[in-house]
């Protein structure tokens, strides 16, 4: 298969002051195998070499585990492929001749670094707020030694999978952290370690995820459409019922 055509209309802000603007890019002979974010790596080699200023993005392990990378994809966040982060997007599902619009995450909460790259250190500090177990330290116990029913083990697992890339943020129409922070309550709180702290870490993080900005959740579902894990609504619903809990 031939190489594609693009054109790319990417924002462009020099920092956080910055109005910023949409630039349009043409980008030739483009692999259908290549990934989104190696297609930018060749734009931005083209443009050092013209003496441009290339497009800053955040991405790390290219593996869909990080979260670090994430950027709108006409329209939406990680793009249109369900269950896929942006560095695992490939540029096979478009078509030679498409115009791309690519946007950073559009929350308060996130404010805009430069380009594409947004500082989501409000997620590390809802972390910070109560996002751990207190255990004695020493050696690790025998995995059988506390037993835990299936699907209490199951439902934990699922909402770890969560990578904090903050899509759901993105995707929100209120700008709500809601999901990325059910799933760090929830991956604890279903399992017997983090039963101690499981009422007061539900209200410590959602009180830090209010004073962070971030909006608050009217049940549209967006978020979950677009998260990469494919992370349920089901783990809002169980940070709201510790959240009054502890209220």
């Not at 959740?217 to 502890?246: F, H, Q, W």
Request: glycine fraction near 10%.
């Amino acid at each position: 298969m031939s190489g594609m055509n693009l054109t790319l209309r990417v924002w462009r802000q020099k920092g956080p002051d910055d109005e910023g603007r949409m630039a349009t890019y043409k980008v030739e002979d483009v692999s259908p195998d290549m990934s989104f974010l190696e297609m930018l790596d060749v734009l931005n080699d083209r443009l050092i070499v013209a003496g441009d200023e290339p497009i800053a993005f955040d991405h790390d392990c290219r593996e869909g585990i990080c979260g670090m990378c994430g950027m709108v994809i006409n329209g939406v966040a990680h793009g249109e492929q369900r269950a896929t982060t942006t560095c695992q997007l490939h540029m096979r599902h478009f078509k030679d001749g498409d115009t791309i619009t690519i946007e950073p995450w559009r929350a308060s909460a996130f404010p805009v670094v430069k380009d594409l790259v947004v500082d989501r250190s409000a997620f590390d500090r809802i972390i910070q707020a109560g996002g751990f177990i207190s255990v004695p330290a020493g050696s690790a116990p025998d995995a059988h030694s506390v037993p835990v029913p299936k699907d209490s083990a199951d439902a934990a697992f699922d909402a770890a999978t969560c990578i904090g890339c903050g899509a759901c943020v993105a995707a929100c129409p209120n700008g709500s952290a809601s999901l990325f922070t059910a799933a760090k309550i929830t991956h604890l709180g279903l399992l017997p370690q983090g039963q101690p702290e499981r009422d007061s870490r539900a209200k410590a993080m959602v009180e830090q995820m209010d004073a962070e900005g971030f909006g608050g959740c009217t049940n549209t579902g967006e978020c979950t459409v677009v998260c990469p894990k494919g992370i349920s609504l089901d783990a809002i619903a169980r940070m709201n019922r510790d959240y009054l809990s502890a209220k």
